[in-house]
DNA sequence: GAGTGGTCTAGACCACACG
DNA sequence: GTGTGGTCTAGACCACTCA
């Protein structure tokens, strides 16, 4: 006898919350609409803010939310399908309509970048800011390291500049021979110039994309890309998109 | 005249308190090294515990800690590089030292993965649990669901069953012709069942990675794979595999 | 049982967007 | 100015691990 069910595990409030929303934005809400301010939703549901808080973070990690401060929360639209796949053309400088240089330095590289390009450790090379466009919306911003060998047409101007002269550097680098890249992902946050290019705060939630350039036998670049995690789902198609997501994929369930 | 630099960004505590730790760790601590409390850490630097937890959960997104309760908070080692290339033979029941199967039940696949599928919205397929480990530690959990059609020497069996019946499954898998895949990646949140599985609590944060199988002219099989994101870096190497993740890359700095 | 991280509360103030 | 989300505090209790 007893209880027909033990209750075994005690479900954490912000958890139960998050599912409760969850169901609510499925069946209540449209994409872009604005939900009731946290205040009004802590109230409603008799938690604290900081509880309500939490709930929302998960929904907004898995994309189903966008906050906004001094405007909102919104229900986020389904995330961006972005071609990420090697076999395409992406060898740097030959799609220029989907990345847009903003700025080129001459720096030294970061240690371990260095040892991908196979420079001195205290050797500078250039460095291409970009940012990759998609529906209006900014989804990834990118360094792109660039050792002088790689481009040795150009004399290496100490000042930073601005868009021309990194798509110099682009120009160079597309005449070289493209031999394979290699690709790695992983999760990470956003910095601060980072997020200010992506239009997010400072440790948001970021996929890290670094890409090996081989040509000449050689590394010819390294690129470290950070796409908007919240927004973005990165696509290795061989056969063509997936056009549904994983958020779509449990909404249906 | 004035002051000498305009304050224009208060940074938040918990942004500070992050850069510092994080600068700590790379000099004050080994990997595996367990922290002083989070209480004491509070207190050490003058800031309320949440503030102090604020900035810790930044570092174990980031993969730099490793929390457990009743524990205590770690070190963690580098992310574990783990191939995800579609170039590998990695075609469901090939590589059986990697995945290993754990359940296999008969079920209605979620809409979206039934529209992959091209399975009616209320047929039943196969759906099978595997785990993959790597170096001691699982990696990745995944839902493979193949439809009875990938598999007609089957009979389609009500009662979950073992790890038996799912390698029967796998085999008869193996039998087909490859004719391609299709990968996605995303961040997601772990669930209760995958939690479970990894190791973790559930809500931590997963790089879930959807893959098509095609063979026959259809699509044979749909894997949803959550890969833990604390201490994974997903590869896709053509060339061999990036040595060196963003994490060190970050610390050579 | 002692110590750890995980959850939760009820406040407060700040930075930002918009009218 | 008003309202929003973002940060921060100082507590409390709970769930878990381990000796």
Same mark, same amino acid.
């Not at 409760?20 to 934005?25: D, T």
């Not at 409603?44 to 929302?56: D, P």
């Not at 907004?60 to 189903?64: A, D, T």
């Not at 394979?180 to 992983?186: I, K, L, M, T, Y």
């Given at each position: 006898m007893?209880t027909?069910?033990?209750?075994?595990?005690?479900?954490?409030?912000y958890?139960?919350l998050k599912t409760?929303?969850?169901?609510?934005?499925d069946?209540?809400?449209?994409?872009?609409?604005i939900?009731p301010?946290?205040?009004?939703?802590?109230a409603?549901?008799?938690?604290?803010?900081?509880?309500?808080?939490?709930?929302?973070e998960q929904l907004?990690?898995?994309?189903?939310l966008?906050?906004?401060r001094?405007?909102?929360?919104?229900?986020?639209p389904?995330?961006v399908g972005?071609?990420?796949?090697?076999?395409?053309?992406?060898?740097?400088?030959?799609?220029?309509h989907?990345?847009?240089?903003?700025?080129?330095t001459?720096?030294?590289?970061p240690a371990?970048?260095?040892a991908?390009?196979?420079t001195?450790p205290?050797e500078?090379?250039?460095v291409?800011?970009r940012?990759?466009k998609?529906?209006?919306?900014p989804v =990834?911003? %990118? /360094?792109?390291?660039? @050792?002088a +060998?790689? $481009?040795?047409?150009?004399?290496?101007i100490d000042?930073p500049? &601005?868009?021309?002269l990194?798509?110099?550097?682009?120009?160079?680098?597309a005449?070289?021979?493209?031999e394979?890249?290699?690709?790695?992902?992983?999760?990470?946050s956003?910095?601060?110039?980072? =997020?200010? %290019? /992506?239009?997010?705060? @400072?440790? +948001?939630? $970021?996929?890290?994309v670094t890409t090996?350039?081989?040509a000449? &036998?050689r590394?010819?670049?390294?690129?470290?890309a950070t796409?908007?995690?919240?927004t973005c789902?990165?696509?290795?198609?061989?056969q063509?998109?997936l056009?549904?997501?994983h958020?779509?994929?449990r909404?249906?369930?």
């Open positions: 007893g027909t069910q033990l209750e075994t595990v005690p479900e954490p409030k958890w139960h409760v929303l969850s169901e609510a934005l069946t209540d809400f449209a994409v872009g609409e939900l301010n946290e205040r009004d939703l802590a409603r549901f008799g938690v604290a803010r900081a509880t309500l808080r939490q709930a929302l907004e990690l898995e994309g189903r966008q906050r906004r001094g405007v909102g929360t919104t229900v986020a389904p995330r972005v071609d990420v796949s090697a076999s395409r053309s992406d060898w740097p400088g030959a799609d220029q989907a990345w847009q240089p903003t700025e080129c001459v720096a030294v590289p371990a970048v260095a991908h390009l196979g001195e205290d500078r090379t250039h291409v800011r940012v990759r998609g529906h209006d919306q =990834a911003a %990118e /360094l792109l390291y660039v @050792p +060998a790689s $481009v040795p047409a150009l004399p290496a000042a500049s &601005g868009p021309a990194a798509r110099g550097v682009l120009r160079e680098l005449r070289l021979e493209p394979g890249q290699d690709r790695a992902v992983e999760l990470g956003a910095g601060a110039v980072d =997020a200010k %290019e /992506l239009d997010r705060l @400072p440790g +948001a939630p $970021v996929l890290v090996r350039y081989f000449g &036998g590394t010819a670049a390294v690129s470290v796409y908007r995690a919240d789902r990165l696509t290795f198609g061989a063509g998109d056009e549904i997501s958020e779509e994929q909404r249906a369930s």
